[in-house]
C-alpha cells in the first residue's frame, strides 16, 4: 500500500471512530482530509456519505455516494446510503431501485427490506410492499426491528391479521412495550373485538398510567360497548393533559350531548369552536340549539359551515331540520 493510501485509509478510519461517537465536526475533518489525499479512497468517499447523513445534510451525502457509485458501482455501502438519502429527501421513489440493487449483494438485509416495504407503500404499491414484508420476516423473523417494522406497516396498510401477528411476537419478547400494546389494541378495537383491546390497553396503562393513546382506546372500546359515561371518563382524563386536542375535544361534547347534557355539551363545543373551524362542533352546537327550540341560533351554526363547505351533506340535512321546524 502505498503511503498516500495509506495515510487516506488511517484518517478515515480516525473519521469512522468519531462518526461512531458522534463527533461530527472531527469526522468531517478526517474524511476531507483523506478525501484531498487520495480523492477515489472508497473509506472516504462512503465515510463522507454517512456522515453527511448521521447530520441530515442529504444532499451532500448523495454527493459523495455518487462519487464512489462513479467508480464501483455495485459498491454496496453506497448503494445503501443512496437509498437512505433520497428517503431523507423525500424522494422515495428514487430510493428504491439503489436498495434493490444492494440487496443483490446483501441478501440478508432484513432493515433494508423493511425501508423497500415502506418505499413501495408510501408509493401505493401494496403488493411489492407486502413481498418484502414478508420476505424481511422469513429472513429475520425473531428480530425485533424487524417485527416492529414490519407489524407497523401492515398497521398503517389495514393487513390486521399480519399486523397482530407481527405485535403477539413482539410482546413475547418485551411484555410492556407500551407502543405494541397499543396497535394491538387499536386493531382490535376497530374489529369490534372490545374484550381483547381492553387487555390490550390496561397492560398498556399498568406500565405508563397516564398513557393518552391508552386512555383514549379505552374511551373507544367504552362508547362501542354502549357505556357512554365509562368511555367519558377516559376521554376526559386525556383532556386534562391535552386541552388543545380538538377531535377529542368535540367528542367529548357528542358523547355529553347524547346522554342529554346539553349544557355540558355546549361548553366543550364552544371551547373546539374556539381552537378553530370545525364543522363537527358546529353540527354539534346546532342540535344543541334546536334542542332548546332556538332555531336562528341552530340556524346561524349550520350556515356557518356550509359558508366555509357548501356541499357539506350533513349540515344541509341538519339546515332541512331546522327549516322545517321553524315552518319554512
Given at each position: 500500500?502505498?503511503?498516500?493510501?495509506?495515510?487516506?485509509?488511517?484518517l478515515?478510519?480516525?473519521?469512522?471512530?468519531?462518526?461512531?461517537?458522534?463527533?461530527?465536526?472531527?469526522?468531517?475533518?478526517?474524511?476531507?482530509?483523506?478525501?484531498?489525499?487520495?480523492?477515489?479512497?472508497?473509506?472516504?468517499?462512503?465515510?463522507?456519505?454517512?456522515?453527511?447523513?448521521?447530520?441530515?445534510?442529504y444532499?451532500?451525502?448523495?454527493?459523495?455516494?455518487?462519487?464512489?457509485?462513479?467508480?464501483?458501482?455495485?459498491?454496496?455501502?453506497?448503494?445503501?446510503?443512496?437509498?437512505?438519502?433520497?428517503r431523507g429527501?423525500?424522494?422515495?421513489?428514487?430510493s428504491?431501485?439503489?436498495?434493490?440493487?444492494?440487496?443483490?449483494?446483501?441478501?440478508?438485509?432484513?432493515?433494508?427490506?423493511?425501508?423497500?416495504?415502506?418505499?413501495?407503500?408510501?408509493?401505493?404499491?401494496?403488493?411489492?410492499?407486502?413481498?418484502f414484508?414478508?420476505?424481511?420476516?422469513?429472513?429475520?423473523?425473531?428480530?425485533?426491528?424487524?417485527?416492529?417494522?414490519?407489524?407497523?406497516?401492515?398497521?398503517?396498510?389495514?393487513?390486521?391479521?399480519?399486523?397482530?401477528?407481527?405485535?403477539?411476537?413482539?410482546?413475547?419478547?418485551?411484555?410492556?412495550?407500551?407502543?405494541?400494546?397499543?396497535?394491538?389494541?387499536?386493531?382490535h378495537?376497530?374489529?369490534?373485538?372490545?374484550?381483547?383491546?381492553?387487555?390490550?390497553?390496561?397492560?398498556?396503562?399498568?406500565?405508563?398510567p397516564?398513557?393518552?393513546?391508552?386512555?383514549?382506546?379505552?374511551?373507544?372500546?367504552?362508547?362501542?360497548?354502549?357505556?357512554?359515561?365509562?368511555?367519558?371518563?377516559?376521554?376526559?382524563?386525556?383532556?386534562?393533559?391535552?386541552?388543545?386536542?380538538?377531535?377529542?375535544?368535540?367528542?367529548?361534547?357528542?358523547?355529553?350531548?347524547?346522554m342529554?347534557?346539553?349544557?355540558?355539551?355546549?361548553?366543550?363545543?364552544?371551547?373546539?369552536?374556539?381552537?378553530?373551524?370545525?364543522?363537527?362542533?358546529?353540527?354539534?352546537?346546532?342540535?344543541v340549539?334546536?334542542?332548546?327550540?332556538?332555531?336562528?341560533?341552530?340556524?346561524?351554526?349550520?350556515?356557518?359551515?356550509?359558508?366555509?363547505?357548501?356541499?357539506?351533506?350533513?349540515?344541509?340535512?341538519?339546515?332541512?331540520?331546522?327549516?322545517?321546524a321553524?315552518?319554512?
Amino acid at each position: 500500500m502505498s503511503d498516500k493510501h495509506k495515510s487516506a485509509a488511517e484518517l478515515s478510519r480516525h473519521g469512522n471512530e468519531c462518526l461512531r461517537k458522534k463527533l461530527y465536526w472531527e469526522a468531517e475533518k478526517s474524511f476531507l482530509e483523506a478525501h484531498r489525499v487520495d480523492p477515489r479512497n472508497a473509506y472516504a468517499l462512503v465515510g463522507l456519505g454517512n456522515l453527511y447523513c448521521a447530520v441530515r445534510n442529504y444532499g451532500q451525502a448523495h454527493i459523495f455516494y455518487q462519487k464512489m457509485l462513479d467508480i464501483d458501482p455495485a459498491n454496496p455501502f453506497s448503494l445503501k446510503g443512496m437509498g437512505d438519502a433520497f428517503r431523507g429527501m423525500q424522494e422515495t421513489e428514487k430510493s428504491i431501485p439503489y436498495w434493490l440493487r444492494y440487496l443483490e449483494h446483501k441478501r440478508d438485509d432484513i432493515h433494508v427490506m423493511v425501508r423497500l416495504a415502506d418505499a413501495y407503500m408510501k408509493e401505493n404499491l401494496p403488493g411489492d410492499a407486502e413481498k418484502f414484508c414478508d420476505m424481511a420476516l422469513k429472513v429475520g423473523g425473531l428480530d425485533k426491528h424487524a417485527l416492529l417494522g414490519v407489524g407497523r406497516l401492515y398497521y398503517k396498510a389495514g393487513m390486521e391479521v399480519k399486523a397482530l401477528g407481527c405485535f403477539k411476537s413482539l410482546l413475547e419478547f418485551d411484555p410492556e412495550d407500551v407502543a405494541v400494546l397499543n396497535m394491538a389494541g387499536d386493531i382490535h378495537q376497530v374489529r369490534g373485538e372490545y374484550d381483547e383491546a381492553i387487555a390490550c390497553y390496561e397492560k398498556a396503562l399498568a406500565y405508563d398510567p397516564k398513557n393518552s393513546i391508552s386512555q383514549y382506546g379505552l374511551g373507544n372500546c367504552q362508547r362501542g360497548l354502549k357505556n357512554p359515561s365509562e368511555g367519558l371518563g377516559w376521554w376526559l382524563q386525556v383532556l386534562e393533559r391535552e386541552p388543545g386536542n380538538q377531535q377529542l375535544r368535540t367528542r367529548v361534547a357528542d358523547a355529553l350531548a347524547n346522554m342529554g347534557k346539553l349544557d355540558e355539551a355546549a361548553v366543550h363545543y364552544q371551547m373546539s369552536i374556539d381552537l378553530g373551524h370545525d364543522p363537527y362542533a358546529w353540527l354539534g352546537m346546532s342540535r344543541v340549539y334546536l334542542a332548546r327550540k332556538e332555531y336562528d341560533q341552530a340556524e346561524a351554526c349550520c350556515r356557518k359551515i356550509l359558508s366555509e363547505s357548501p356541499d357539506h351533506e350533513r349540515a344541509r340535512e341538519a339546515l332541512a331540520e331546522i327549516l322545517e321546524a321553524k315552518g319554512k
